[in-house]
């Protein structure tokens, strides 16, 4: 039996050892091919001017930056601390003229209507605290034709996989608030709910052992 869902936090990973602390676990899933890149350029996010929500130390993005040409990357992100982290990165990749950093709330994203090519996110899912909202949101700055890709933890992932993924988190601090965020997660018959409640109705719904997926298109 599922737990109940345990709200974690919708105000980011705040201060700079914290910060460190995420940043040198998202460098390890990088180093080890395990972030979501490949996945979203499956998705067909491949061109343009896209928005990440919630980069954090921003590897997600800038990898996607390091796989396309002729794209742009605009990140909103909570923490000014996860910002800065995020620009050093971007400078050790070469690619701050490629990407802006910008703290915002995802419920409320401070850019135009129809702004952007595509949409994408990886792991702040379970720290919104008014998904559907950021869901209206992720629509409203789409183009038409616009492309999202909104990836998370699944929190009814059977024990196997949870345990793998707890002894695989380096640096051992980090393994506390990997729980955390397995526990305030959506299973994928939450995260439909969710979503056909929106504006992103329509989107694919898909689950793998350790994760959800959801994805689709803006159609007008």
Request: charged share 25%.
């Amino acid at each position: 039996m599922t737990s109940p869902r345990k709200v974690e936090t919708d105000h980011g990973i705040q201060g700079d050892l914290d910060a460190a602390v995420y940043d040198a676990m998202q460098r390890n899933l990088r180093d080890r091919g395990w972030i979501e890149t490949d996945s979203i350029i499956k998705s067909g996010i491949i061109e343009g001017k896209a928005l990440e929500i919630g980069p954090g130390p921003g590897y997600l993005g800038l990898e996607w930056l390091k796989q396309t040409e002729g794209t742009t990357l605009n990140g909103i992100e909570i923490s000014p601390d996860m910002i800065r982290m995020a620009e050093k990165n971007a400078a050790s990749y070469g690619l701050r003229n490629r990407v802006l950093y910008r703290r915002g709330d995802a419920a409320a994203i401070p850019q135009a209507d129809s702004e952007f090519d595509a949409v994408f996110s990886n792991g702040s899912l379970h720290e919104w605290s008014k998904p559907k909202d950021v869901f209206n949101e992720i629509y409203r700055v789409l183009k038409p034709g616009g492309r999202f890709f909104i990836s998370d933890l699944r929190r009814d992932m059977c024990f196997a996989a949870r345990w793998f993924l707890y002894l695989g988190s380096k640096p051992v601090a980090i393994r506390p608030g990997l729980l955390t965020s397995i526990a305030a997660s959506y299973t994928p018959g939450e995260l439909k709910a969710l979503a056909s409640s929106s504006l992103l109705a329509g989107a694919a719904i898909r689950a793998n052992l350790i994760g959800i997926e959801m994805t689709g298109q803006k159609t007008a």
